[in-house]
């Protein structure tokens, strides 16, 4: 499996703050890019995904931001809650791999009230 | 969506025994897969488990230390064999949907003691 680089490994954040996610990846075959989601005793969920022909993909409080060039995308948590406190993963996988994913290393999200 | 169920939900294990892990899904599925979580880390995957055809492992992972059974397109069981502290880990089945969207039990939570 190729490498995906998730940073930073634990972020802290304001109620009402942005936070910000960063992710990169090495395998330009690499094609679809989910986040999930993950609560303490649970699997992990999806949250949101994009593939590379667009750039920016939102879905309410949460958006993608993919720069295609550089092999980095992004997850933006805008009105950042206390409920969103969790552990957020980037993936990155093929489509003739089908949903065998490579993680990223993970983000532990705090968001103080 | 699908809903996946695990058996058991954890177990505290004796060194050198082993521990069948169930994985049961709500739908027919092609593909499923086992990923393995050490505390406070990400995922990785450890095997490819297709219905009808043996298990594809990924690197640093064998088939005598964990044994995969695909029966039919709803269930499978990963089985870590001849365990030890180091096999202490969340281990996660996971089903996906259109080559895409991957969906997650709430894993298996194993103590080896």
């Known amino acids: 499996q190729q490498q995906v680089k998730q940073s930073p490994q634990s972020l802290i954040v304001q109620k009402g703050g942005i936070s910000i996610i960063n992710c990169a990846y090495e395998n330009t075959a690499f094609d679809y890019f989910p986040w999930y989601q993950q609560f303490p005793g649970k699997g992990p969920a999806l949250l949101i995904a994009?593939?590379?022909?667009?750039s920016e993909k939102k879905e309410g409080r949460f958006t993608i931001s993919f720069n295609k060039s550089a092999k980095q995308f992004s997850l933006h948590i805008m009105d950042s809650q206390p409920g969103d406190s969790a552990t957020y993963f980037c993936a990155a996988t093929m489509g003739d791999a089908g949903n065998m994913l490579t993680f990223g290393g993970g983000t532990r999200l705090m968001v103080k009230p | 969506s699908a809903v996946i169920s695990q058996k058991p939900s954890r177990d505290i294990c004796q060194r050198g025994t082993s521990l069948t892990i169930q994985c049961q899904v709500d739908?027919?599925?092609?593909?499923m897969f086992w990923y393995r979580q050490q505390p406070g880390q990400s995922l990785t995957l450890i095997a490819t488990?297709?219905?009808?055809?043996?298990?594809?492992?990924e690197s640093g992972f064998v088939i005598d230390k964990f044994p995969i059974s695909r029966p039919n397109l709803t269930f499978s069981t990963l089985t870590v064999s001849n365990m030890s502290p180091e096999d202490s880990s969340i281990y996660l089945c996971?089903?996906?949907?259109?080559?895409?969207?991957?969906?997650f039990g709430q894993g298996t939570r194993l103590t080896v003691v």
């Open positions: 994009i593939r590379p022909d667009v």
């Open positions: 996971s089903v996906g949907r259109d080559f895409t969207e991957a969906f």
């Open positions: 488990a297709n219905q009808g055809s043996e298990a594809t492992y």
């Open positions: 739908s027919q599925v092609t593909m």
